[in-house]
């Protein structure tokens, strides 16, 4: 194999797919990307997994000479990145090690034979349908923050997907809070589908989507997931399991509600989450003509503050939050202004968007 | 994942070189390269080989190599009992009940479970001498420091609240602070040492700990 190539152009595309290459000690060939030139004509692939997620880049380069090596994910980005001159020549030698030149520069990195790169997914092209890539990094933006973190319970730690003729909705739920986001697509698949799919994945396909509007490539298949744009490809496998019925979470039968400035309302819970520690509550009171917070840390600090509102109930209800959930909650509301609605002090409250179309849920604490 | 059982024998080359004569055994090929070795008897593995690994077979002849450290393992299959290969599915991650962070937390917010009324200041107050698990006060307004174990407390878990009260003591505004151990178990010798140095060891209900009133409600 022998390539030459704008070293910068190289740098970006390794980087890219490094970010898919598997960081775990026990599995060292997937701890590479593979350099795939299969002829003068194709461009250049290059693939990296952790065996849950798969990216495939593609390469602008002159072939020289076909074949495959593969690079330590790690370090090989970083070098061609620091080489010094506009092009870089690689090329592998007998004994699989792969020469690296640049101007005066010569290094030489001891990559793994190819035979030893993990087994990639294949792209099921017949299933792939368009739709719209700001669209979907949006949704995602706004539910990804509730999805669990905690890896005992698979499920949660991704986000329902589900695909229907004219929108899109998603849903993510860590058993504390829900959001669900829904949106309208332009373009979308002939049939309904949905999947539930890692957060990590979704996060990498907003980052390569960027915010350029390019239209985004999704094939829900049996077990994997793909994600095309601008001629890179992700794969994930799809989590299986049963997804929370969500719809059936949201609250009925509010007591109180309100209608609150978005800015204003984030701003007190940010200044008030200062004396909040991790697991002590933020205490909410709704009154007919107020809505009042409070934080107190033992023998740390203690805080107060209130907003006047306009609340539709005439109870008053005093309820106990997590902070941080609160104020993710708050944060993903789309639009300037957020509605807050209670039920009791012991039931899930409920932020959502005045046009409904985002939705969170939040369960209290003790106070 | 392949299966495969068989009438064999087995050389190895690596970190030491072994021999293993013919035999009955199940040898399990992992999707992800590891390879094991099973005798008819005993839980543990006969030969092992973590992944990734290279294999190739040749008439009868297994060899797996593990490029990362040049281990080689050969099985010279004589007689296939069976042969199966299966895809399997398995995203479960083995829970375990009990982990210290996790009792942290769970401490914290029923901070009553070890004494009623305790107010917890601060967790994880580092110290000179490593960090402290709790820095709490009792209903008198006194300084407490606890320790927590997730298993059998024994002595070094007594010296260890020693030398953090020692430590934190040299500051007068913490003079006459406690010392707790708190763990669902406490060895005689801990005991009596936590008497010697006026520790107190309050033995820790993980049951009550972990049941469901004691958690924040979820959703479902």
Same mark, same amino acid.
């Given at each position: 194999m022998k390539i030459r190539c704008n070293r910068e152009h190289l740098a970006d595309r390794l980087a890219q797919a490094a970010r898919a290459a598997s960081t775990r000690a026990n599995l060292q060939s997937a701890a590479h990307v593979r350099l795939t030139a299969e002829s003068s004509e194709a461009p250049v692939e290059l693939a990296a997994t952790d065996l849950e997620m798969t990216l495939r880049v593609p390469l602008t380069a002159d072939v020289e000479e076909p074949g495959s090596v593969l690079l330590p994910a790690k370090i090989a980005p970083e070098l061609i990145r620091a080489l010094n001159g506009e092009t870089v020549e690689l090329s592998a030698q007998d004994d699989g090690r792969v020469l690296v030149s640049a101007g005066s520069?010569?290094?030489?990195?001891? *990559?793994?034979?190819?035979?030893?790169?993990?087994?990639?997914?294949?792209?099921?092209?017949?299933?792939?349908?368009?739709?719209?890539?700001?669209?979907?990094?949006?949704?995602?933006?706004?539910?990804?923050?509730?999805?669990?973190?905690?890896?005992?319970?698979?499920?949660?730690?991704g986000a329902l997907v589900r695909?229907?003729?004219?929108?899109?909705?998603?849903?993510?739920?860590?058993?504390?809070?829900?959001?669900?986001?829904?949106?309208?697509?332009?373009?979308?698949?002939?049939?309904?589908?949905?999947?539930?799919i890692p957060v990590k994945a979704l996060e990498e396909v907003v980052r390569?989507?960027?915010?350029? *509007?390019?239209?985004?490539?999704?094939a829900i298949g049996e077990g994997l997931v793909t994600f095309g744009i601008d001629g890179i490809w992700l794969?994930?496998?799809?989590?299986?399991?049963?997804?929370?019925?969500?719809?059936?979470?949201?609250?009925? *039968?509010?007591?109180?509600?309100?209608?609150?400035?978005?800015?204003?309302?984030?701003?007190?819970?940010?200044?008030?989450?200062?004396?909040?520690?991790?697991?002590?509550?933020?205490?909410?009171?709704?009154?007919? *003509?107020?809505?009042?917070?409070?934080?107190?840390?033992?023998?740390?600090a203690e805080g107060a503050e209130s907003i006047p509102v306009a609340a539709t109930g005439t109870e008053t209800i005093e309820i106990g939050f997590n902070h941080e959930f609160l104020r993710d909650g708050i944060e993903s509301v789309p639009g300037d202004e957020v509605k807050l609605s209670l039920i009791s002090s012991l039931r899930p409250a409920l932020l959502e968007s005045v046009d409904g179309a985002f939705w969170y849920v939040i369960m209290p604490i003790r106070i | 994942?392949?299966?495969?059982?068989?009438?064999?024998?087995?050389?190895?080359?690596?970190?030491?070189?072994?021999?293993?004569?013919?035999?009955?055994?199940?040898?399990?090929?992992?999707?992800?390269?590891?390879?094991?070795?099973?005798?008819?008897?005993?839980?543990?593995?006969?030969?092992?080989?973590?992944?990734?690994?290279a294999m190739t077979e040749v008439d009868g002849?297994?060899?797996?190599?593990?490029?990362?450290?040049?281990?080689?393992?050969?099985?010279?299959?004589?007689?296939?009992?069976?042969?199966?290969?299966?895809?399997?599915?398995?995203?479960?991650?083995?829970?375990?009940?009990?982990?210290?962070?996790?009792?942290?937390?769970?401490?914290?917010?029923?901070?009553?479970?070890?004494?009623?009324?305790?107010?917890?200041?601060?967790?994880?107050?580092?110290?000179?001498?490593?960090?402290?698990?709790?820095?709490?006060?009792?209903?008198?307004?006194?300084?407490?420091?606890?320790?927590?174990?997730?298993?059998?407390?024994?002595?070094?878990?007594?010296?260890?609240?020693?030398?953090?009260?020692?430590?934190?003591?040299?500051?007068?505004?913490?003079?006459?602070a406690r010392a707790l151990v708190v763990a669902p178990e406490f060895a005689p010798q801990a005991r009596k040492l936590a008497e010697r140095r006026n520790v107190e060891c309050v033995v820790l209900d993980v049951a009550a700990l972990y049941a469901g009133t004691e958690h924040d409600p979820t959703l479902f």
């Open positions: 520069s010569s290094y030489t990195l001891y *990559g793994l034979p190819v035979d030893e790169f993990p087994q990639l997914p294949e792209i099921d092209h017949e299933q792939v349908f368009e739709t719209d890539s700001a669209v979907f990094a949006d949704v995602v933006g706004r539910v990804k923050r509730a999805a669990s973190r905690d890896e005992s319970r698979p499920v949660l730690t695909f229907e003729s004219d929108r899109i909705t998603m849903a993510a739920t860590d058993s504390y809070r829900l959001a669900v986001a829904e949106a309208p697509l332009s373009k979308a698949p002939p049939e309904s589908i949905e999947a539930i390569l989507a960027g915010s350029d *509007g390019k239209p985004l490539s999704v794969s994930v496998r799809r989590i299986e399991g049963q997804f929370p019925n969500f719809t059936a979470l949201k609250p009925d *039968g509010v007591e109180q509600s309100a209608t609150i400035a978005k800015d204003e309302l984030l701003e007190v819970v940010r200044r008030v989450g200062i004396v909040v520690r991790q697991n002590t509550p933020v205490r909410v009171e709704l009154a007919p *003509g107020q809505l009042s917070l409070q934080a107190r840390t033992a023998d740390v | 994942m392949r299966v495969l059982v068989a009438r064999c024998s087995i050389g190895y080359s690596g970190r030491l070189t072994t021999r293993l004569a013919s035999g009955d055994r199940i040898i399990i090929f992992k999707d992800d390269g590891s390879v094991c070795v099973h005798g008819p008897k005993g839980f543990k593995p006969i030969n092992y080989m973590s992944g990734p690994t002849l297994i060899t797996i190599r593990r490029p990362e450290t040049g281990e080689t393992l050969l099985i010279e299959v004589e007689q296939v009992i069976s042969d199966d290969a299966h895809g399997l599915v398995d995203t479960a991650v083995l829970e375990r009940e009990g982990r210290e962070l996790e009792l942290h937390a769970l401490l914290e917010r029923s901070p009553h479970l070890i004494e009623e009324g305790l107010e917890i200041l601060e967790r994880e107050r580092s110290t000179d001498v490593g960090p402290v698990d709790f820095l709490a006060k009792d209903t008198e307004g006194r300084i407490v420091l606890v320790e927590v174990k997730r298993v059998k407390a024994v002595v070094a878990a007594v010296e260890q609240v020693v030398r953090y009260r020692e430590h934190i003591e040299k500051d007068a505004a913490y003079a006459g």
